[in-house]
């Protein structure tokens, strides 16, 4: 068996509310599975755990006083094609904007030759930014879908795949039929089954592109093969009107979904900005998870999403940076985007409603882009913190040299964790391991 170790500083969630730092610790991985088999805790002497050790079966990082250990982030919800053109056409709000920029474009991905060009640059930037996990959206194009499954495995990022659904409401070039929706999407299914750090996940765009023959049609493939499901929900006011009218039926927008068999323990939903209380009631008791993406709800003016209401109920709730209605590839990103969103809120409750409003804390925005993001995807006994048994999915933050980050000497380890989060950047990363491997980071590979 050969082992790293590591001896230092190592910050991460154990719950929400919990957010605990270990100074002298001693973490040691598998380098053959991976993952972590020994986490202990005030190990000032290193070398006395490591005599009865042959030196010959281990490596050891011995951090310095401005570098510690972080989880991989968990990004919940992201667009890989629409990587494309992220950071420009967000005069729009949301169905203007997918008709005017998203369609257009990914449609373009029926060439897998661009699909190869494009998903390698998403993938790449994406693990440079520390996202270790990331769950994907692609196009509705097979073979395009199985090269982003097989950039994502060549790369070494760990991912949940969808191949999204559209057969009614759409362009007519960029639509599919019902049937070769459902046919292409077991295909797709068997073909990313066999891939070891990708899953596949049924992905209706949303309700207004999917015919209610094909929301059954995708359920029953999700149930069939035990898989996750995701889709956007009350995003936009306008897209709720639109959905309405197209299943009057539903009681709401919501029910759309669990009139199809689409909301379970597995299922997980985009945005939710105006979910009615009967809504977030039902989310409740399916146990589904919600992917705030703050950044996208600010650019195309959807609204602000109150996510307190959610971690007070006890829902799931993961960050997504939702390239491309979020102009961000990076999940330090969507951390100061839910702050501000939950600022904002605090401030609506004192000027307005005047009532008290608590913000998201430190320890609330690390366990939503990290531990937290794990839950919503069913992935919390495996990646997420660094409890012994799980993948070593894990960012060196290094706040020395010439990155983002200036110490004056005086910073506390939670002071060094709080200015990597709202003033670091993928040069304070400078190395980026999924599955004990290391896939990216600042530092030159040697």
Not at 166 to 182: G, H
Not at 287 to 316: M, P, T, W
């Amino acid at each position: 068996m050969k082992l790293s170790i590591f001896h230092g500083t190592f910050i991460h969630s154990l719950s929400v509310h919990e957010l605990e730092i270990i100074e002298n610790g001693l973490l040691t991985v598998d380098r053959d599975t991976g993952n972590i088999i020994g986490l202990e805790r005030n190990v000032v002497y290193p070398d006395d755990h490591l005599k009865d050790l042959d030196p010959a079966s281990y490596e050891i990082h011995r951090l310095l006083p401005h570098q510690f250990l972080f989880p991989g982030f968990v990004d919940t919800h992201a667009h890989a094609p629409q990587y494309v053109f992220s950071g420009s056409g967000m005069q729009l709000q949301l169905l203007d904007w997918l008709e005017t920029n998203v369609f257009p474009v990914e449609s373009s991905f029926k060439d897998t030759q661009v699909a190869k060009r494009a998903y390698h640059k998403v993938v790449s930037r994406f693990l440079r930014n520390g996202t270790t996990t990331c769950s994907w959206f692609a196009t509705i194009h097979l073979e395009a879908c199985k090269v982003l499954v097989d950039t994502i495995e060549q790369l070494g990022q760990r991912a949940y795949v969808g191949k999204v659904n559209m057969d009614q409401n759409s362009p007519e070039y960029y639509i599919e039929t019902t049937e070769a929706s459902l046919k292409d999407t077991r295909a797709f299914i068997e073909y990313a089954l066999e891939k070891r750090l990708v899953t596949p996940v049924v992905t209706p765009r949303f309700a207004i592109t999917c015919s209610s023959p094909l929301l059954h049609g995708l359920s029953a493939l999700a149930a069939e093969f035990d898989l996750p499901i995701q889709t956007h929900l009350c995003e936009n006011k306008n897209e709720i009107k639109f959905t309405r009218s197209l299943f009057p039926d539903s009681a709401h927008y919501t029910g759309v979904y669990a009139d199809h068999g689409l909301l379970n323990a597995k299922a997980y939903m985009a945005h939710c900005v105006h979910l009615t209380e009967a809504e977030i009631d039902l989310i409740k008791e399916k146990d589904v998870g919600v992917a705030h993406c703050a950044n996208s709800n600010f650019s195309l003016q959807s609204g602000v999403c109150d996510v307190r209401q959610f971690l007070e109920k006890g829902i799931k709730v993961g960050l997504g940076t939702d390239v491309a209605g979020g102009f961000a590839p990076s999940m330090l990103d969507a951390i100061r985007s839910s702050f501000f969103a939950s600022k904002v809120c605090l401030i609506h409750h004192r000027d307005v409603l005047d009532k008290p409003y608590n913000h998201l804390s430190t320890a609330e925005l690390v366990y939503m882009a990290t531990l937290g993001g794990a839950r919503v995807l069913n992935l919390d006994e495996k990646i997420g913190n660094f409890a012994v048994g799980k993948a070593f999915d894990c960012l060196m933050v290094d706040l020395g040299g010439s990155g983002p980050v200036d110490l004056m000497g005086h910073e506390t380890k939670l002071e060094m964790l709080e200015k990597f989060l709202f003033n670091g950047s993928d040069q304070s990363l400078s190395d980026v391991y999924v599955q004990g491997r290391r896939v990216a980071g600042a530092r030159p590979a040697q």
